[in-house]
């Protein structure tokens, strides 16, 4: 696996080609948009410069992870040779059906494709494919390069080879793999992340607590417990008796609904999406930009302390 092609120059594109670039790949990174690209370039050169300057890499590694990584808006040029296909344009199935036709009938049988998709199940992305076996999800988090965790995920049909060789890549570019025994929507971190957003949500419904009280507790107990110590490994510590009862006591009282929030409905009709409009459960005066630097600051930090584990 060494001819890397990294489709769509958004919030993961860019990150994902940035980790293939350190990890010593050839990249090829297209967008339909000259501009996309170029923003890309600028963002990626920004990442890798913070990175030099916390020590996690030397002056030299960027120059090379830069110099790896070419740039194209001409999809059949971006995927020529590629022995593997990172797609990450938007969540639209029609575009992305439309992108793997194109994909299929130019690479060799050999070229893995596969999806950073969030919600679509695979054998959706490969309804129109000529080789569905050839096909993975790789769902990563934002930001990606920073963000250990990639979610593989298969269906039946899916190639062991495939399955093996894109676990080896992930691992080669420094994450943390794991590969879904079944398929299932939202994999695992997302369903995790989805259930304790409906309780924390209950909680402000109820008045118990606020949106920053929220953080506040979070941010001091198993957010940051949960970097080195997962959530089954603090039960064993704590002893399984306790979190016996534990759940028995607090589980018959938690939220079950299905619905979405009132109030989060409200925010998102009243233009209160997060930084992308200044104003979320915090506001803002700079589209988020002190917040997502100071984020992945303490990110980089983090990250370089697992790496010396
Ligand atoms: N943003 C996240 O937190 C996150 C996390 C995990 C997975 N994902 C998934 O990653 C994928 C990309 O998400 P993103 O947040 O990077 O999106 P984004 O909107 O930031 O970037 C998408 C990129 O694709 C380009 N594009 C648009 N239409 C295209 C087309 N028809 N063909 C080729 N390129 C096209 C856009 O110009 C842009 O460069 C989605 O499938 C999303 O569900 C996103």
């Known amino acids: 696996m060494k001819n890397i092609t990294v489709l769509g ?18 990249v090829r990174m297209r967008a339909r948009r000259e501009s996309s690209l170029e923003k890309a370039r600028e963002l990626m050169t920004n990442s890798l410069k913070i990175m030099v300057e916390k020590e996690i890499l030397t002056e030299e590694d960027m120059k090379q992870a830069l ?21 990450s344009i938007p969540e639209d199935l029609d575009k992305k059906l439309e992108t793997y036709e194109i994909i299929e009938s130019n690479v060799s049988d050999k070229t893995v494709i596969s999806s950073n998709t969030s919600t679509f199940p695979l054998n959706e992305l490969t309804q129109q494919a000529k080789h569905p076996e050839r096909f993975i999800i790789t769902h990563f988090f934002n930001p990606p390069q920073l963000v250990p965790i990639v979610e593989i995920v298969k269906v039946g049909g899916t190639n062991e080879n495939v399955v093996n060789t894109t676990y080896d890549l992930m691992k080669e570019i420094g994450k943390s793999p794991v590969v879904l025994k079944k398929e299932i929507t ?20 109820e008045g118990v607590a606020t949106a920053e009280d929220i953080d506040i507790a979070m941010k001091g107990s198993l957010g940051f417990k ?18 016996k009862a534990m ?10 609904t299905r619905e979405v929030p009132s109030f989060l409905k409200e925010m998102v009709e009243n233009d209160q999406h997060g930084i992308r409009t200044n104003k979320g459960f915090y506001e803002y005066d700079d589209n988020g930009e002190k ?11 983090l990250l370089k302390l697992l790496q010396q584990k």
């Not at 759940?247 to 079950?256: A, F, K, R």
């Open 291 to 301: 917040a997502i630097h100071t984020r992945d600051d303490h990110f980089l930090d």
């Open 186 to 205: 939202g994999f695992i971190v997302n369903r995790v992340q989805v259930a304790m957003l409906r309780e924390a949500f209950h909680l402000m419904e």
């Open 9 to 26: 120059a958004g919030v993961m594109g860019h990150g994902a080609a940035q980790l293939f670039a350190q990890a010593g790949k050839n």
């Open 226 to 243: 949960w970097g080195f110590c997962g959530p089954m490994e603090s039960q064993d510590l704590a002893g399984l008796q306790t979190t």
């Open 67 to 87: 110099s790896r990584i070419t740039y194209t808006t001409d999809l059949h040029e971006a995927i020529q040779d590629a022995d593997f296909v990172f797609e």
């Open 247 to 256: 759940v028995g006591n607090i589980m018959q009282e938690l939220s079950n």
